[in-house]
């Protein structure tokens, strides 16, 4: 059974993905984090070796939409580490970069989740989805360094594992 976002009881909706708070450094549209629990980028590296384990995914929840694309970027980011043998710093500065490239948005040719989420309804949603997705993208790369490289530099062969898997049989690109 596949583990769902426990996050996103009241927030906000745009092309059917939630609009959830971000705690971290990372700059952009997402709500401030007040509380101490974990926020959807933490829950999303939480579930991704177990989540990514599975073919299907039954939505239970826009926060569930949110999740499966954070998956599949940590998908993405493992891959990248794996086949570049990179140092942490060198991690880093890949991940950020990965962050920042162009992505399809929801409605464009290409979006992996083009069945999932709506295509924005005007400019303004488009540029908050983009800037939420960035935003959400770059953090979860910080945060994965952390956990994918021990204290002495070494890949953590049980993170690194995961970036030949695919999830839903899916990929970002």
Request: charged content about 25%; hydrophobic content about 40%; glycine content about 6%.
């Amino acid at each position: 059974m596949v583990y769902h976002s426990a996050l996103g009881a009241d927030c906000r909706v745009v092309c059917g993905c939630a609009i959830l708070p971000v705690s971290g450094r990372a700059r952009g549209p997402a709500p401030l984090q007040t509380s101490e629990e974990p926020d959807i980028v933490e829950e999303a590296i939480n579930l991704c070796r177990a989540n990514i384990l599975f073919r299907t995914f039954d939505v239970q929840s826009p926060a569930d939409k949110l999740l499966i694309y954070l998956t599949l970027f940590i998908n993405l980011c493992l891959k990248r580490l794996s086949e570049s043998k990179a140092s942490p710093q060198q991690a880093e500065k890949q991940l950020f970069s990965l962050a920042h490239d162009e992505f399809s948005l929801p409605g464009e040719p290409g979006f992996v989740l083009g069945g999932l989420m709506s295509a924005p309804a005007n400019k303004a949603e488009e540029d908050l989805v983009r800037g939420y997705l960035r935003q959400c993208r770059e953090e979860a790369g910080r945060r994965l360094i952390k956990r994918c490289y021990r204290a002495d530099g070494t890949p953590d062969k049980f993170w690194m594992a995961f970036g030949n898997r695919r999830f839903l049989n899916k990929t970002l690109t």
